[in-house]
């Protein structure tokens, strides 16, 4: 059964559309602000959001991320206050729950799945969960709707990107640098070819992810992929209550042109 989170990614990619999946951490400036800020990235034309859990000792998240998980830790969020919020909010897109394999093994997994059933989360990233061990929550993911999203790095080889396509749902999360995520002005040569290659190799819609900040890396990466995850850049300017200059970006986006 294709998960819905694929269903509705799909959907855009066969439209031409840009596929925009901004990353909010949850918590940042109180988690009873959550459902406004989804709200607003939903009437702002998003496809999906990508939701962060705080984490103390967070591999994959740059300084403004960083900084977003420790301010939503000094309000005593936790992945368990999340869900639970969650549980009380509808939305029109897919949400997509990010968090590090800690806290759902303090949850414990079966208990973890059973919570996120009850939330309208359709996806699942954990970074620092290997493509080796992702068997540990596939049994409990099979009877829900959501997809459990895969990453692929620069570093990795045609090979493993073939294992790891062949059992990807929702989409897949290409790390566009060999490093933490975080705003950049320009990209390594080989991330056009890299993410190429990985579309040769599925049609689950591929999206670039770490360090696309500016309307000019949508353009590029729009031309080899599906779409992208932007993250450090929607943090900081809700962080500073800019959420015109944030509308005006999320429209630009939307409107970059999609290689036929």
Known sequence: MMKTLTQVLKAKRAQAEPIIVPYIMAGDGGLETLGETISFLEKNGVS???????FSDPV?????IQKAGLRALNAEVSLRKIIKTLQTITSDVPLVLMTYFNPVFQIGIEAFIDE?????VGGLIIPDLPYEHQDLLMPYLEQADIALVPLISLTSSKERIEKIVNKAEGFIYAVTVNGTTGTRHTFDENVGPYLQQIKTQTDIPVLAGFGVSEVKHVEQFMQVCDGVIIGSKIVQLLHERKEAELAEFLTRIREVKVRA
Do not use: Q, R, S
Request: proline share 12%; charged share 20%.
């Open 116 to 120: 996120l059933k009850n939330t309208t």
């Open 60 to 64: 994959a998240d740059g300084p403004v």
């Open 48 to 54: 999906a959001i990508e939701i962060g859990v705080p």
